[in-house]
């Protein structure tokens, strides 16, 4: 309760390991204060008949000590604080459970993609619109709102926007990083555990900004494979749909032909359309 | 008569005193330069918009109480949400802080007047007619942007009615109106101080006077400039945060957030500073060191500015500058961390009498601690990583607002105003708001610091009931429904708080106890005004030849005068 989403990928990881840790420094400095606040005030209450007053002035040895001590624990943090950025930037390759087939690997500024070889990452593009995820897998399929993902396999989430600014975070994968128009970003992601995560956007982004929600399924390889064949079939089939209808459309006389207006494959798709609201 | 020194004019240098004026009283006061009329003006107009922020505040948490609430419309929720952010920090937060500067900064130093007396009536006007456009535009389009409008969703293409423009206005002539009051309190400060008075001995108030004003200075027309330029790509096709023509969105972030980190720092510093002046006043012995206090204040504003990529962390900025940023951060814990060591050690070996400015004082500091702390949790990239516009966030600096303008505010309301009106605040009304505000603050903010680890964004109009996520779901988007409940409920109890000092002040004005022209017993120089002060202040400016000119004014005058009957020398109580 206290905590963060527990971690689910080895970024999370470092995320949370640092939460933590900030969350004991935390705790101690604020009960530190407040209870030297009321102590002090307690012992030195006029009504409690305290002595008068002293008129203390600190010499300059005790203010020098005090900002020292202050500044080693700001240096402690910063340096534990790079020291986990790092670590969480580090893409580690995929596991023996993961899906071993390579995809494309792209460089990214903020990521640091592993070395090996046959461990290279799978990349998804992710497109952030008003209100909903768009997720684009190597073979060029896609899902709206929901990523499949293969369990134990380094994910690179390369992040783009095609409005305005919003801000991708699955809790337990990982940090969340801005999705600007125009802009590529990324993060990434190895999730240990198949199941489902939700996330959002975390950037205000206009009216239906609290609906802009997004999910995560990590499922075993095989079922993965399985699921973006289906998945292209399905894509295949409604765009087949859409043509046909425009076609009869077209080709009806009560309906002339609508000129220039282009039609949106996309929305047909299976799985687009909406947040779990509706 | 009171209790402390009377210096009684042997030649009164201001004639026109007490003659009456020809034009109605009001019409004095909104067109005069005394600096007092101003910074009354400044206060009343920061409480009457606190009072309308708090209005939204309150309908932000009743629709937030429960899942999936349809009471208010998403749009009419952005709404409410976008003018309550530039009510409580652009018309709130910052003219009551500057405000109390315009009153007090030249009574602090022994000037008689501002540098610039009419810029400094230009200053309020601008602020006033800037909230009185935001607000007026609740009858056609208000502001829907969110509380920073970010570019492209400010832009025309995704917000195409006037409401961004409404919000670009009304923030436009505050903040021209605040830089113009900083440069008129910078030349106040360096130009008309009372002779002695060296910059070492100036009070925390007047001091961190100083440092706001170069704050608003730099911070101020970052804003302005970045302003001008989303107005002229809403309407004049310009190009500056136009993703498609060549712009840049993040231009935008990196303005407005010197802007805002800016505002921050000025709800931090003052309330520090008023504190660092309250605190000693009612232990009765100095400040454990005056320098060091000034010395924290001063760094604190000029590492806190250069700060302000913390809030931009999770950009795609270069990570160099991101860990410049986290170091820039993370070493605010020296002068921060000083500040509160002086705080806690001047209270030691003290004589502490808990009076209301006092009481203020100490819960402003603890919950500063707390907000000051969480905000600590940001500075370190991964953290801020997981809790970056989550409902942590709005929580951490809800607690900086509540201890910094808020407690802070109030206590320095309660410390000032009898010089402000002659009279106390009430005590008692002032003791059920203070356990009010504390009591709703915790409760409305620690639920919210817990719904922001179960993944609830900030700024949301709506969350989703437990039960949807409920089968297969590894965590998150747990408990967010009793976590808003309570914190809704905290709400009521936080603005009730609020409120009874706010009307405890609108009473006091007229009714309350009389306090003569010393009531505390404070060691700097407005005390040695009457109370209210008169048009030109002082008869004689003193000279300064301590940290605490008040208190050598009061020996000079206990030599002189050879001690006095026992039932008037009674300490730190009023004589009316
Ligand atoms: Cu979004």
Same mark, same amino acid.
């Given at each position: 309760m206290l905590g963060p989403e527990s971690a689910h990928s080895p970024n999370a990881e470092d995320l949370n390991a640092l939460y933590w840790v900030m969350m004991v420094i935390g705790l101690l400095l604020i009960v530190a204060i407040n209870a030297a606040l009321i102590g002090l005030v307690v012992r030195y209450r006029?009504?409690? &008949?305290? @002595? @008068?007053?002293r008129r203390l002035r600190s010499r300059r040895p005790i203010q020098v000590v005090a900002a020292s001590a202050l500044a080693g624990l700001a240096l402690v943090l910063f340096v534990l604080g790079v020291i986990f950025t790092e670590n969480a930037r580090e893409v580690e390759a995929s596991g023996p459970? &993961?899906?071993q087939a390579s995809s494309l690997l792209t460089a990214q500024r903020d990521i640091k993609p592993p070395g &090996?070889?046959?461990t290279e990452p799978l990349t998804i593009q992710a497109s952030g619109q008003q209100w909903i995820w768009r997720y684009e897998y190597p073979d060029g399929t896609f899902s709206y709102y929901e990523l499949v993902v293969p369990v134990d396999t380094a994910v690179l989430v390369e992040l783009n926007s095609t409005d305005v600014v919003h801000r991708w975070w699955v809790p337990g994968l990982g940090g969340k990083f801005d999705v600007v128009p125009d802009q590529q970003s990324g993060t990434w992601f190895k999730a240990d555990e198949e199941g489902v995560y939700y996330g959002a956007s975390?950037?205000?982004? &206009? @009216?239906a900004y609290a609906a802009m929600r997004t999910r995560v399924r990590v499922v075993t390889p095989t079922e993965y494979e399985a699921w973006l064949e289906q998945q292209a079939t399905d894509i295949q089939d409604a765009q087949e749909l859409v043509r046909r209808q425009l076609d009869e459309r077209v080709d009806s006389p009560d309906n002339p032909p609508d000129d220039g207006e282009s039609v949106d494959i996309d929305s047909s798709a299976p799985g687009g359309g909406g947040g779990p609201s509706q | 008569m009171s209790a402390g020194p009377t210096i009684h004019p042997?030649?009164? !240098?201001?004639?026109?005193?007490g003659v009456a004026s020809s034009r109605p009283r009001w019409l004095e006061i909104a067109t005069s330069g005394d600096h007092k009329d101003v910074g009354r003006m400044l206060i009343a107009g920061s409480l009457a918009f606190l009072a309308l922020a708090l209005i939204e505040f309150l309908l932000i948490r009743l629709q937030l109480?429960?899942?999936?609430?349809?009471?208010?419309e998403p749009v009419t929720f952005n709404r409410l949400l976008s003018v309550m952010g530039v009510s409580l920090v652009v018309l709130f937060a910052l003219p009551l802080v500057l405000g109390l500067y315009t009153y007090l900064v030249p009574l602090q130093i022994g000037a008689?007047?501002?540098? $610039?007396p009419r810029l400094a009536n230009l200053s309020t006007w601008l602020y006033i007619v800037g909230g009185a456009i935001l607000y007026t535009s609740f009858v056609y389009t208000p502001p829907e942007a969110g509380i920073n409008p970010l570019p492209p969703l400010s832009d025309t293409a995704f917000i195409s009615n006037n409401g961004v423009d409404v919000w670009i206005t009304a923030v436009g002539l505050s903040v021209l109106g605040f830089v113009l009051l900083a440069i008129n309190l910078l030349v106040t400060l360096r130009r008309?101080?009372?002779?002695?008075?060296a910059t070492r001995r100036l009070p925390p108030f007047a001091f961190s006077a100083g440092v706001s004003s170069w704050i608003l200075l730099i911070a101020g027309p970052a804003m302005l400039a970045a302003l001008v330029m989303l107005e002229m790509d809403r309407r $004049? !096709? /310009?190009?500056?945060?136009d993703p498609g023509g060549g712009g840049a969105p993040t231009y935008w972030q990196h303005l407005s957030w010197i802007f805002m980190t800016g505002c921050y720092l000025l709800m931090v510093i003052p309330a520090a500073a008023a504190i660092s002046e309250i605190l000693p006043t009612f232990a009765r012995?100095?400040?454990?060191?005056r320098r060091a206090v000034n010395l924290s204040l001063a760094a604190t504003g000029a590492i806190g500015l250069l700060a302000w990529m913390q809030n931009m962390?999770?950009?795609?900025?270069p990570i160099g500058w991101l860990y410049f940023a986290m170091a820039a951060a993370l070493l605010l814990i020296v002068p921060v961390g000083v500040l509160f060591v002086n705080w806690l050690a001047t209270l030691a070996s003290g004589a502490i009498e808990l009076r209301a400015p006092m009481l203020f004082a100490l819960a402003a500091i603890s919950t500063l601690s707390i907000g000051l702390v969480a905000e600590l949790f940001h500075a370190v990239i991964p953290v801020n990583w997981l809790l970056?516009?989550?409902a942590d966030a709005t929580a951490a600096t809800g607690y900086v607002v509540v201890g910094g303008p808020v407690l802070g505010g109030i206590a320095a309301l309660h410390y000032w105003f009898p010089k402000l009106t002659g009279r106390f605040m009430g005590e008692s009304l002032a003791r059920f708001s203070l356990v009010a505000i504390l009591i709703g603050a915790h409760l409305t903010l620690l639920p919210m610091f817990l719904a922001g680890l179960d993944g609830q964004q900030a700024d949301v109009y709506k969350y989703f009931e437990?039960?949807?996520?409920?089968?297969?779901?590894? /965590?998150? $988007?747990?408990s967010l429904d009793t976590y808003n409940l309570i914190s809704s409920i905290g709400a009521l109890v936080l603005v009730t708080g609020i409120v009874m000092s706010l009307v405890n002040a609108a009473r006091s004005a /007229?009714? /309350?106890r009389r306090a003569g022209h010393d009531p505390w017993r404070g060691?700097?120089? !407005?005390?040695?005004?009457?109370s209210p002060p008169p048009?030109?202040?002082?008869?004689v400016v003193p000279d300064v030849r301590s940290d605490e000119p008040m208190r050598d004014i009061r020996d000079a005058v206990k030599r002189r005068h050879p001690p006095v009957p026992a039932s008037r020398a009674k300490s730190g109580e009023p004589v009316a």
């Amino acid at each position: 309760m206290l905590g963060p989403e527990s971690a689910h990928s080895p970024n999370a990881e470092d995320l949370n390991a640092l939460y933590w840790v900030m969350m004991v420094i935390g705790l101690l400095l604020i009960v530190a204060i407040n209870a030297a606040l009321i102590g002090l005030v307690v012992r030195y209450r006029r009504s409690r &008949g305290a @002595a @008068a007053p002293r008129r203390l002035r600190s010499r300059r040895p005790i203010q020098v000590v005090a900002a020292s001590a202050l500044a080693g624990l700001a240096l402690v943090l910063f340096v534990l604080g790079v020291i986990f950025t790092e670590n969480a930037r580090e893409v580690e390759a995929s596991g023996p459970d &993961g899906l071993q087939a390579s995809s494309l690997l792209t460089a990214q500024r903020d990521i640091k993609p592993p070395g &090996g070889e046959d461990t290279e990452p799978l990349t998804i593009q992710a497109s952030g619109q008003q209100w909903i995820w768009r997720y684009e897998y190597p073979d060029g399929t896609f899902s709206y709102y929901e990523l499949v993902v293969p369990v134990d396999t380094a994910v690179l989430v390369e992040l783009n926007s095609t409005d305005v600014v919003h801000r991708w975070w699955v809790p337990g994968l990982g940090g969340k990083f801005d999705v600007v128009p125009d802009q590529q970003s990324g993060t990434w992601f190895k999730a240990d555990e198949e199941g489902v995560y939700y996330g959002a956007s975390y950037q205000f982004s &206009g @009216a239906a900004y609290a609906a802009m929600r997004t999910r995560v399924r990590v499922v075993t390889p095989t079922e993965y494979e399985a699921w973006l064949e289906q998945q292209a079939t399905d894509i295949q089939d409604a765009q087949e749909l859409v043509r046909r209808q425009l076609d009869e459309r077209v080709d009806s006389p009560d309906n002339p032909p609508d000129d220039g207006e282009s039609v949106d494959i996309d929305s047909s798709a299976p799985g687009g359309g909406g947040g779990p609201s509706q | 008569m009171s209790a402390g020194p009377t210096i009684h004019p042997k030649r009164p !240098e201001v004639v026109t005193d007490g003659v009456a004026s020809s034009r109605p009283r009001w019409l004095e006061i909104a067109t005069s330069g005394d600096h007092k009329d101003v910074g009354r003006m400044l206060i009343a107009g920061s409480l009457a918009f606190l009072a309308l922020a708090l209005i939204e505040f309150l309908l932000i948490r009743l629709q937030l109480a429960v899942p999936e609430n349809t009471m208010i419309e998403p749009v009419t929720f952005n709404r409410l949400l976008s003018v309550m952010g530039v009510s409580l920090v652009v018309l709130f937060a910052l003219p009551l802080v500057l405000g109390l500067y315009t009153y007090l900064v030249p009574l602090q130093i022994g000037a008689r007047a501002l540098a $610039f007396p009419r810029l400094a009536n230009l200053s309020t006007w601008l602020y006033i007619v800037g909230g009185a456009i935001l607000y007026t535009s609740f009858v056609y389009t208000p502001p829907e942007a969110g509380i920073n409008p970010l570019p492209p969703l400010s832009d025309t293409a995704f917000i195409s009615n006037n409401g961004v423009d409404v919000w670009i206005t009304a923030v436009g002539l505050s903040v021209l109106g605040f830089v113009l009051l900083a440069i008129n309190l910078l030349v106040t400060l360096r130009r008309l101080r009372a002779p002695g008075l060296a910059t070492r001995r100036l009070p925390p108030f007047a001091f961190s006077a100083g440092v706001s004003s170069w704050i608003l200075l730099i911070a101020g027309p970052a804003m302005l400039a970045a302003l001008v330029m989303l107005e002229m790509d809403r309407r $004049f !096709e /310009g190009v500056f945060f136009d993703p498609g023509g060549g712009g840049a969105p993040t231009y935008w972030q990196h303005l407005s957030w010197i802007f805002m980190t800016g505002c921050y720092l000025l709800m931090v510093i003052p309330a520090a500073a008023a504190i660092s002046e309250i605190l000693p006043t009612f232990a009765r012995k100095p400040l454990i060191s005056r320098r060091a206090v000034n010395l924290s204040l001063a760094a604190t504003g000029a590492i806190g500015l250069l700060a302000w990529m913390q809030n931009m962390l999770t950009a795609s900025i270069p990570i160099g500058w991101l860990y410049f940023a986290m170091a820039a951060a993370l070493l605010l814990i020296v002068p921060v961390g000083v500040l509160f060591v002086n705080w806690l050690a001047t209270l030691a070996s003290g004589a502490i009498e808990l009076r209301a400015p006092m009481l203020f004082a100490l819960a402003a500091i603890s919950t500063l601690s707390i907000g000051l702390v969480a905000e600590l949790f940001h500075a370190v990239i991964p953290v801020n990583w997981l809790l970056a516009d989550t409902a942590d966030a709005t929580a951490a600096t809800g607690y900086v607002v509540v201890g910094g303008p808020v407690l802070g505010g109030i206590a320095a309301l309660h410390y000032w105003f009898p010089k402000l009106t002659g009279r106390f605040m009430g005590e008692s009304l002032a003791r059920f708001s203070l356990v009010a505000i504390l009591i709703g603050a915790h409760l409305t903010l620690l639920p919210m610091f817990l719904a922001g680890l179960d993944g609830q964004q900030a700024d949301v109009y709506k969350y989703f009931e437990d039960d949807l996520y409920a089968d297969g779901v590894v /965590g998150t $988007f747990q408990s967010l429904d009793t976590y808003n409940l309570i914190s809704s409920i905290g709400a009521l109890v936080l603005v009730t708080g609020i409120v009874m000092s706010l009307v405890n002040a609108a009473r006091s004005a /007229g009714h /309350g106890r009389r306090a003569g022209h010393d009531p505390w017993r404070g060691d700097t120089l !407005e005390w040695l005004a009457l109370s209210p002060p008169p048009p030109h202040n002082f008869d004689v400016v003193p000279d300064v030849r301590s940290d605490e000119p008040m208190r050598d004014i009061r020996d000079a005058v206990k030599r002189r005068h050879p001690p006095v009957p026992a039932s008037r020398a009674k300490s730190g109580e009023p004589v009316a």
